[in-house]
T-cell receptor
Framework: DAKTTQPPSMDCAEGRAANLPCNHSTISGNEYVYWYRQIHSQGPQYIIHGLKNNETNEMASLIITEDRKSSTLILPHATLRDTAVYYCISRGSGGYNKLIFGAGTRLAVHP | GAGVSQSPSNKVTEKGKDVELRCDPISGHTALYWYRQRLGQGLEFLIYFQGNSAPDKSGLPSDRFSAERTGESVSTLTIQRTQQEDSAVYLC??????????FGQGTRLTVV
């Protein structure tokens, strides 16, 4: 699975959009981009994933560049409860592909 | 149950003792993962079960660590002769074939 690179930390004001970048320049054609987050003292929580097209769900939007070498997770209206470590993971298609977590981005949402 | 269940939620053990940690995955989920998370650190992959395939044990840190899974049900992670550096939160996750993983709340292991 391709390696991903994320900034170690980011800040965001409450109510504003949080844009979390992820670099996956070595991603291969059949690898998906997954995003999880871990709120303090809890297990990680799935957010969203995508292959080529942009994706949106009730939690977030995922924007993947045309060359698929990077992506951005967007939390449209960040709240204090969105303070967490956000992990970007690339993972091959099919069932036999383990999830490997990197260091992630620690997002702090402040009033 | 509705989610991944892990037990116990907390375990304190003496150095040198063996411990067993249990994970009940979501019913029907074919894949099961174990991770270790030391205080202030990221998730460290330990082992991955997928259906009837041989498990991926590449993340187990030493031969003191082992895990079993019976079919597509319960999994047990065993740590023999525990050491203080084994103190961590042990997280289990399950998923359907190739889909997103759902995590339990973890077992906090403290070796004294």
């Amino acid at each position: 699975d391709a390696k991903t690179t994320q900034p170690p930390s980011m800040d965001c004001a409450e109510g504003r959009a949080a844009n979390l970048p992820c670099n996956h320049s070595t991603i291969s054609g059949n690898e998906y981009v997954y995003w999880y987050r871990q709120i303090h003292s809890q297990g990680p929580q799935y957010i969203i994933h995508g292959l080529k097209n942009n994706e949106t769900n009730e939690m977030a939007s995922l924007i993947i560049t045309e060359d698929r070498k990077s992506s951005t997770l967007i939390l449209p209206h960040a709240t204090l409860r969105d303070t967490a470590v956000y992990y970007c993971i690339s993972r091959g298609s099919g069932g036999y592909n383990k999830l490997i977590f990197g260091a992630g981005t620690r997002l702090a949402v402040h009033p | 149950g509705a989610g991944v269940s892990q037990s116990p939620s907390n375990k304190v053990t003496e150095k040198g003792k063996d411990v067993e940690l249990r994970c009940d995955p979501i019913s029907g989920h074919t894949a099961l993962y174990w991770y270790r998370q030391r205080l202030g650190q990221g998730l460290e992959f330990l082992i991955y079960f997928q259906g009837n395939s041989a498990p991926d044990k590449s993340g187990l840190p030493s031969d003191r660590f082992s895990a079993e899974r019976t079919g597509e049900s319960v999994s047990t992670l065993t740590i023999q002769r525990t050491q203080q550096e084994d103190s961590a939160v042990y997280l289990c996750a399950s998923s359907l074939y190739g889909a997103e993983a759902f995590f339990g709340q973890g077992t906090r292991l403290t070796v004294v």
